[in-house]
């Protein structure tokens, strides 16, 4: 079975890093994204790995955060540099089988990934 699991979460000082990883065992060739929610919001889109390589940022993260894989160890990664306290949430990987997601701008469409990891605590302190 397919399975997403997220760690490298933990409690960091703002301007801090962190990296966070999602083994991705059982996907190849899936479009890739990061999402956060924090307690009492939505959960939103974080960043995007196309199938095509092509990335995408959420505005508050650009500049910051960087989406990456490694194919040969089944690995996603996102890379955050100077970490806010608003970035305080639960991250969660997540995969899409669709071939369109990326081109019809659905890389943050929460409804549109259905495979979800169980999420890895960020705490970002002032």
């Known amino acids: 079975q397919a399975q997403l699991v997220e760690s490298g979460g933990g409690s960091v000082q703002a301007g801090g890093s962190l990296t966070l990883s999602c083994a991705a065992s059982g996907y190849i060739n899936w479009s890739v994204s990061w999402f956060r929610q924090a307690p009492g919001k939505a959960r939103e889109g974080v960043a995007s790995?196309?199938?095509?390589?092509?990335?995408r940022y959420a505005e508050a993260v650009s500049g910051r955060f960087t989406i990456s894989r490694d194919n040969a160890k089944n690995i996603l990664s996102l890379q955050m540099n100077d970490l806010k306290p608003g970035d305080t949430a639960m991250y969660y990987c997540a995969a899409s089988w669709s071939r369109y997601l990326c081109a019809s701008a659905k890389q943050f469409d929460e409804p549109s990934f259905n495979h979800w990891g169980q999420g890895t605590q960020v705490t970002v302190s002032s």
């Open positions: 790995l196309c199938t095509d390589g092509t990335t």
